[in-house]
């Protein structure tokens, strides 16, 4: 299959090839902090079913279609979390209710009306709720990633209540990683995950840090527990390793679960593990989202690396030229996240204007998510800012993602280090 033939809709088309990357490309790119508050995007949606796993199932479900889910089991639950919260969910979907929460039901929904000052939306959950991501990697289509007509349809009523929540990218447009980078002679060929997995090493690693951010902001366990059921990742609360607040400051920081995060080990976290993970932690920040994802990838890779202990390498890649060393971290990079995913999806180039390009296929952290307005990959930001501090190359280069799949819906990300002026 031509990988410029994006859908049954839209075909893009066939430019003269060019051999280098034209600098206009830049002019896509986002800083790094983009203007209001991430949050200000994700519409509360209230769901309240005492069918667990089904819960769990809708909850990642709208965190994938850019909403901020709020999670309870009855309407007692949901009445208290909707006082506490400082949110007003503009909807609510309602599963299973025994017959004694019945009226408290009809009181939330009485009270949150009251407090709105219109009626709050009420859609019931369907029987069955689809598993699959609303954007996925079909193995038929190996270049790009495709919508489930069926996970897609599980949103077509709640779209039509709230038109401007809905998150399908209006048009095909002409992308870097399906059509100007194929062209470019870059040997940059787009290809999509086969396994859909990533280490479970790698997701305890990164689970433990955003527990250690929030932890070290005053969070509580309880909190911790709270955003997790929220965003479907109730199963994740297991695996946590809560900071013991005995330890020091530092080692909180550091945490002890070390190690190259390429270790070798089993391939047994869905993809779509991570990106809800991803929305769990900006959720915990509000007022700053993505500053608080970009911290979250800095300390986390900075805890790996710390794990690795390997100061002598370290050391030396310091001594090396600026342009050695960088090729050295990028190969370092790129190498131990395709471990991560048993495949090889992240690749690097030099650029003619001495700059870097990094592409991440089928990228962890925003895979299966939606149509978006802006870059979200600020946790890879932090994880390359925190490999140069490492190497000790933090003052000559700047790390921008040019294109998000948030964007583009096409599953890739391609992120530009450009030497600092
Ligand atoms: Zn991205």
């Not at 051999?19 to 790119?29: C, F, G, H, N, Q």
């Not at 194929?182 to 040997?187: D, I, Y």
């Not at 915990?284 to 994802?293: K, T, V």
Request: net charge positive.
């Amino acid at each position: 299959m031509d990988p410029k033939q994006r859908n049954a809709s839209g075909t893009h088309s066939t430019q003269s090839r060019i051999s280098t990357l034209p600098r206009e490309i830049y002019a896509l790119s986002s800083p790094a902090w983009v203007g209001a508050a991430l949050l200000e995007q994700y519409t509360p949606i209230l769901v309240v079913d005492a069918h667990t796993m089904r819960a769990q199932r809708v909850a990642r479900l709208l965190t994938l279609a850019g909403y901020r889910p709020i999670v309870a089991t009855s309407p007692v639950e949901a009445f208290t979390r909707c006082l506490r919260g400082s949110w007003e969910p503009e909807a609510a979907l309602i599963g299973a209710v025994d017959q004694a929460n019945r009226l408290p039901l009809t009181r939330m929904v009485e009270h949150l009306a009251k407090r709105r000052g219109r009626e709050l939306p009420i859609l019931a959950l369907p029987a069955f709720v689809p598993e699959l991501a609303p954007l996925h990697a079909d193995p038929a289509i190996p270049y790009f990633h495709t919508s489930s007509p069926t996970s897609v349809a599980f949103f077509e009523e709640l779209w039509r209540l709230l038109p401007q929540t809905r998150a399908l990218l209006p048009e095909p447009e002409r992308t870097l990683a399906l059509d100007v980078l194929p062209e470019s002679g870059l040997n940059l060929i787009p290809r999509t995950s086969q396994r859909l997995r990533s280490s479970r090493r790698h997701f305890q690693l990164t689970l433990n840090a955003a527990a250690r951010l929030l932890a070290s902001q005053g969070r509580s366990f309880a909190q911790w527990r709270t955003l997790l059921n929220d965003v479907g990742l109730a199963h994740a609360v297991a695996l946590t390793r809560w900071p013991d607040p005995s330890t020091s400051v530092n080692e909180r920081k550091m945490g002890d679960d070390g190690g190259k995060i390429g270790d070798a080990d089993d391939l047994v976290v869905p993809a779509v593990d991570l990106t809800c993970l991803n929305q769990a932690v900006a959720f915990s920040a509000p007022e700053h989202p993505q500053q608080q994802l970009y911290l979250w990838g800095y300390q986390g890779t900075e805890a790996s690396l710390h794990g690795q202990r390997s100061s002598v390498a370290q050391r030396a890649v310091r001594l090396l030229p600026r342009d050695r060393a960088m090729q050295i971290m990028l190969n370092g990079f790129t190498r131990e996240l395709d471990t991560v995913r048993g495949e090889a999806l992240h690749h690097w180039r030099l650029q003619p204007d001495g700059s870097y390009l990094l592409v991440h296929y089928s990228n962890l952290y925003v895979y299966g998510r939606m149509w978006g307005r802006e870059p979200a990959c600020q946790v890879w930001l932090g994880a390359l800012d925190a490999t140069l501090h490492y190497v000790g190359q933090e003052n000559n280069w700047q790390v921008r993602e040019l294109e998000c799949s948030c964007q583009t819906q096409t599953g890739h990300c391609v992120f530009a280090l450009r030497p600092r002026t």
